[in-house]
């Protein structure tokens, strides 16, 4: 009786020993997201080294979340060695959230089609605090219930924008110029202004795209670049993002026309998953 409890307690051991999970790695840990939504608000300031910006809206470029704005927002600063392609980007205060993505360098001066259109991204870190975890397809307009922060302070884009956003749909039947475009707009981080509303004016062919033309004033306390236009006859996608020129009234460029041609690249490079905006919270 003894050796059959011997045995049956050596089995007990050998199962223990045999069928211990061995140990792994945990796998790595993001950072903590912040809650901030840029789409809409300030990337960066002007100072002697960076162009100052707006952030234009999320979205996916080659499978990789990435955020969406104007490429003119990069060229001042590759004047001094900064926002190369595949290089850091930064926001105030030396933060970095990505990189910038596929487009222009230095030696060639060559810039893609999408370029072109006065568009480029940064693909996101996903290590960053500035890495959204949700709400990647909303655009800050600003507190329009004067509540505080709620849904109500965001565009909501749930619609890829069609060649009906593009420069040969202008006017869409003359409604262009009967209907609104609202410029989303914020001065700084933390103000909370809600949208200008205006009217496109005229359109002007520039390269495979066009520039449209607003009744809007340039804001003199800095930088209209990249923010984010929506149209009134289709709030559920974005229509364009703005080109700041020296003075005068705002122009912006159709966000469709340069999507197309950076979408198109990717379809036939690297992981052949084009380039989209994104149309859902967690996107």
């Given amino acids: 009786m003894k050796r059959k409890w011997r045995s049956l307690s050596m089995a007990l051991i050998l199962a223990v020993i045999v069928f211990e999970p061995v140990a792994v790695n945990p796998p790595p840990v993001e950072a903590a997201w912040n809650g901030v939504i840029m789409a809409g608000r300030v990337l960066r300031s002007v100072n002697p080294d960076t162009s100052g910006c707006r952030a234009t809206a999320y979205g996916r470029v080659d499978g990789n979340l990435v955020l969406f704005l104007a490429n003119h927002c990069k060229q001042f600063g590759e004047q001094y060695g900064n926002d190369m392609p595949y290089g850091p980007a930064y926001t105030d205060g030396g933060v970095q959230i990505g990189w910038w993505g596929n487009g222009t360098t230095i030696a060639c001066n060559c810039p893609n089609s999408w370029e072109d259109n006065d568009l480029t991204y940064i693909t996101l870190d996903v290590n960053s605090v500035w890495y959204p975890t949700s709400?990647?397809?909303?655009?800050?307009?600003?507190?329009?219930?004067?509540?505080?922060?709620?849904?109500?302070?965001?565009?909501?884009?749930?619609?890829?924008?069609?060649?009906?956003?593009?420069?040969?749909?202008?006017?869409?039947?003359?409604?262009?110029?009967?209907?609104?475009?609202y410029q989303m707009w914020q001065q700084t981080m933390t103000t909370t202004y809600t949208n200008r509303v205006g009217t496109p004016t005229q359109k002007t062919s520039v390269n495979d795209g066009c520039l449209i033309w607003s009744n809007l004033s340039v804001h003199g306390s800095c930088c209209d670049s990249a923010s984010p236009w929506v149209g009134s006859w289709d709030t559920t996608t974005l229509h364009g993002l703005a080109t700041d020129p020296p003075g005068g009234l705002l122009r912006y460029n159709s966000f469709f026309e340069g999507l197309f041609d950076l979408d198109a690249y990717f379809d036939t490079h690297s992981n052949h998953t084009g380039a989209k905006l994104c149309i859902t919270s967690s996107c």
């Fill in 135 to 181: 709400g990647r397809n909303r655009i800050y307009r600003g507190d329009v219930t004067g509540n505080g922060l709620t849904s109500d302070d965001y565009g909501n884009m749930t619609t890829q924008p069609t060649a009906s956003d593009g420069c040969s749909s202008y006017p869409i039947g003359g409604t262009w110029l009967d209907d609104n475009v």
